[in-house]
């Protein structure tokens, strides 16, 4: 079975902090997503991969980056964070091999910005 | 653009009783479509999938769905809930020949004992 774990399930930080989220998968997956979760707006695209190295902007980047230095881990950064980044975030790995292939998702990590 | 409507945001239903969760979607080309679930503090796992072919879909649990074209609809139904299908049901969408996923608000459905 596919497995994406996430590094933390709850985190509290403070205004300004910088914040790393990680994320692993273990099926050899070329595709990463990064994607926040709100009540009400349902699930939103931050940030995804297609490959090592490479990043490209979703639907929400502003306030995030990330960073993808080795195939299995996706990582995603809040430089200085703030309380509207106050939410459930959600990684998820694919594989393009097939174009019909399913997202898998790690269990999510609860931020809360003080 | 494509997006997605979930018409329904809380669906409360008495155990045992059946279930419909409504999807639209806009697209002007050809989707793959699928159906998730959140089950409480955990992620997403996908139900069930359409892809190409019969339009009915059946998935894990008991669920199935149907995908209506010229309604541009792709409806969740269990003719029979249990306590333990309480969870947030997320509709989504996808090109045929883009990875990117677009997800619906989610439904939470409620089960009722």
């Known amino acids: 079975d596919v497995k994406v774990t996430q590094s933390s399930r709850y985190l509290v930080k403070r205004t300004g902090e910088k914040v790393f989220l990680e994320c692993v998968q273990d099926?050899?997956?070329?595709?990463m997503f990064w994607y926040r979760q709100d009540p009400g707006l349902g699930l939103r695209l931050i940030y995804f991969?297609?490959?090592?190295?490479?990043?490209e902007k979703g639907d929400i980047p502003e306030g995030y980056s990330v960073s993808r230095e080795k195939k299995e881990r996706f990582s995603l950064i809040l430089e200085s964070a703030s309380t509207n980044q106050t939410s459930m975030y959600l990684c998820?790995?694919?594989?393009?091999?097939?174009?019909?292939?399913?997202?898998?998702f790690g269990p999510g990590t609860r931020l809360l910005v003080l | 653009a494509q997006s997605v409507t979930q018409l329904d945001s809380q669906v409360p239903v008495f155990e045992e009783a059946p279930v419909e969760l409504r999807c639209n979607y806009s697209s002007s080309v050809s989707v793959y479509l699928f159906w998730y679930v959140q089950y409480p503090n955990q992620g997403l796992q996908l139900l069930l999938k359409?892809?190409?072919?019969?339009?009915l879909v059946k998935g894990i649990n008991g669920f199935e769905a149907e995908f209506n074209k010229s309604q541009t609809s792709f409806h969740l139904r269990k003719p029979s809930v249990h306590i333990s299908d309480t969870a947030e049901y997320f509709c989504a969408v996808r090109k045929t020949s883009y990875d990117k996923v677009i997800f619906g608000p989610g439904t939470s459905l409620s089960v009722i004992p």
């Open positions: 998820a790995s694919s594989s393009p091999k097939k174009t019909s292939e399913t997202q898998y």
């Open positions: 991969s297609y490959d090592v190295k490479m990043k």
């Open positions: 099926m050899d997956h070329e595709n």
């Open positions: 359409y892809l190409s072919g019969s339009t």
